[in-house]
């Protein structure tokens, strides 16, 4: 049972170049969502889809842009990427959106980026 | 400023003592969840929250969340190595609003 699986685990960029971090989850969620983790920031929301063929900005997108690939795969970009993109991403899914009391939402064991 | 605020940022204690980690908001929350986060991982759920008032218990660990809905407290009993971790919480405004997250409290318990 992989529940959500993220790659790649650890990436080194260097300023300006462009990657995208891949995303699946096979409990037939129909909600994704891509977050950031910083040092005492807690997990800010980058993006999300609240079902296939939708995706909506979060608290902090600039710099990102997203695919809702089929109801499985979410990825996320980085096109030019900058040292403030430096951060623990980690992809989440729900069944519905967590905006509805009740509801659990699972996270992937996060993905290191270092922008150099 | 961030729309949770979680005290203390940091805590390191020894195996048996009793801790108590705070979530705190000027907003009104419809539900709220707590979640542990070891190394390396994602954060897992521990628990959620829904009305003022509320009371749960997870073995050792008990959440109890503001009569005013706008704050919530995690409550650990004789504290085990194996609670170390990065405790969040997280919160629901309204239904159909985003999860908002806390800053965290990084827990060690030594043995």
């Known amino acids: 049972n992989a529940g959500v699986t993220q790659t790649p685990k650890f990436q080194v960029l260097k300023t300006g170049q462009s990657m995208t971090l891949q995303c699946a989850q096979d409990?037939?969620?129909?909600?994704m969502y891509w977050y950031r983790q910083d040092p005492g920031m807690g997990l800010r929301l980058i993006y999300y889809?609240?079902?296939?063929?939708?995706?909506d900005k979060g608290e902090v997108p600039n710099g990102y842009n997203v695919s809702r690939l089929n109801k499985r795969e979410f990825s996320l970009r980085l096109e030019s990427a900058a040292p403030s993109q430096t951060s623990v991403y980690f992809c989440?899914?729900?069944?519905?959106?967590?905006?509805?009391?009740?509801?659990?939402?699972?996270f992937g064991e996060g993905s290191w980026l270092t922008v150099v | 400023t961030q729309l949770l605020e979680q005290s203390p940022q940091f805590l390191s204690i020894q195996e048996g003592e009793n801790l108590t980690v705070y979530c705190n908001s000027s907003s009104v929350f419809s539900s709220l969840q707590w979640y542990r986060q070891e190394p390396g991982e994602g954060p897992v759920l521990l628990v959620t929250v829904v009305t003022g008032g509320e009371v749960k218990k997870l073995k050792r660990l008990t959440f109890q969340f503001g009569d005013a809905r706008k704050d919530s407290s995690l409550h650990i009993t004789a504290a085990q190595p194996g609670d170390t971790g990065l405790y969040l919480c997280?919160?629901?405004?309204?239904?159909?609003?985003?999860?908002?997250f806390g800053g965290g409290t990084r827990l060690m318990v030594k043995p």
């Open positions: 989440a899914s729900s069944e519905v959106l967590t905006g509805y009391s009740g509801n659990t939402i699972y």
């Open positions: 997280a919160g629901v405004k309204n239904a159909g609003n985003m999860l908002t």
């Open positions: 889809s609240a079902s296939e063929g939708t995706t």
């Open positions: 409990m037939n969620h129909n909600s």
